[in-house]
């Protein structure tokens, strides 16, 4: 199946027509009617927006072999995808890392962009362990009384 096919079946999935999958996605609906023609294909970053959107992805958009797993399996890890590194909660690590490897692979951003994910990346992962370290002492403090 190609980009324009997957677009407009993972739309219909959806049950959103071109103007909702639009907003939701942040694209005008002029873009999303040429996507769904195959007149156009979107840059990365749009790319992104979209199968955030059509909550499919990337890579199920970006190569038309790649298929969508079953619904029942999609957040179970298959054998071809865990590496061991699951977590507690099922998320696959090798997989999250996977899914994110393109991104700095391909040429799909350039070096000065990367830099700035890692940095949001970082930052966002600091600021989670000091809420964390936050909270526990809080509860800590709160158990002592």
Same mark, same amino acid.
């Given at each position: 199946?190609?980009?324009? *096919? ?9 049950? !959103?027509?071109?103007? *909702? ?5 942040? $694209? +005008?609906?002029?873009? $999303?009617?040429?996507? *769904? &023609?195959?007149? +156009?294909?979107?840059?990365? /970053? ?6 955030? /959107?059509?909550?499919? =992805? ?9 298929? !969508?797993? =079953? =619904?029942?399996? &999609?957040?179970? =890890?298959?054998? %071809?995808?865990? +590496?061991? #590194?699951?977590? *507690? ?5 090798? &997989?999250?890392? @996977?899914? #994110? %490897?393109? !991104?700095?692979?391909?040429?799909? $951003? ?9 940095? /949001?990346?970082?930052?966002?992962? !600091? ?7 936050? %909270?526990? /002492? ?5 158990? %002592? @009384?």
């Amino acid at each position: 199946m190609n980009f324009s *096919e997957k677009v407009r079946d993972s739309r219909a999935r959806l049950g !959103l027509n071109q103007k *909702e999958l639009a907003t939701k996605a942040g $694209i +005008s609906i002029r873009m $999303i009617a040429a996507y *769904e &023609k195959g007149s +156009s294909f979107p840059q990365a /970053a749009r790319l992104y927006k979209l199968a955030e /959107a059509l909550e499919v =992805p990337v890579e199920y958009l970006r190569n038309d072999d790649a298929q !969508l797993e =079953p =619904p029942e399996e &999609k957040n179970k =890890p298959s054998r %071809r995808q865990s +590496s061991g #590194n699951v977590l *507690e909660n099922g998320m696959d690590l090798e &997989k999250m890392l @996977d899914d #994110n %490897r393109a !991104l700095f692979a391909g040429g799909m $951003i350039d070096d000065e962009a990367k830099d700035m994910y890692f940095q /949001a990346l970082m930052r966002a992962y !600091l600021e989670c362990k000091d809420a964390a370290k936050l %909270r526990d /002492a809080l509860n800590h403090s709160l158990n %002592r @009384d």
